[in-house]
């Protein structure tokens, strides 16, 4: 089993390369959506937000997300301990899923691909790439929220140009080269090294 971290920062266009890896037939783990289910349903999560900050983060048996952004949004220390506590969750539910996966490959689209760790559990990284102003104009789109917004998500993300270096393998989703050429060459090779391996 070949796994695949697919990275990118918002509004970068990484979803849509998850979409065309699972027409290909190779399944999509999406963190975001994990992390959020995990949040609300694993007693370690659970366990570990409560003991920070109390009972009251959990509202009706589900995270108080609102909260809790409120609680980490200029807190650089507790956003680091709540990272510790789901990051290292949902990278076992992403391990034992791809464990149970029959396709020679699998992926996980994550924004935060090297920043969680994840990256150590794959064995092929891809960062999807867009120019800045192209990501912000998309998110601001797709999330109804004003650019001041979007510009400080991107800023707490790690930079572009420290992802293109750890990758191996970039795709250019900036509206200028096609992008479905590229997203086959990379399935193409996600393949060869499942075949070189089985």
Known sequence: MIKTGLTGGIGSGK????????MTGIPVYTADTESKRLADTSP????????????????????DKKRLASLIFSDKEALRRVNAIIHPEVNRDFLQWASRQQAPACAIETAILFESGFDK?????????????????RAAIRDKAP???????IHNQLPDEIKKERADFIIYNDGQQPLIPQVERLIQRVFQISELRS
Do not use: K
Request: no cysteine.
């Open 15 to 22: 979803s849509v390369v998850a979409s065309l890896f699972e």
């Open 44 to 63: 370690v999560i659970r366990e570990g937000l409560t003991g920070l900050f109390g009972d009251d983060i959990y509202r009706d048996g589900a995270l």
């Open 121 to 137: 559990h794959i064995d092929l990284s891809v960062m999807v790439y867009a120019p800045l102003e192209l990501r912000i104009e």
């Open 147 to 153: 650019y001041d917004e979007i510009t400080r998500r």
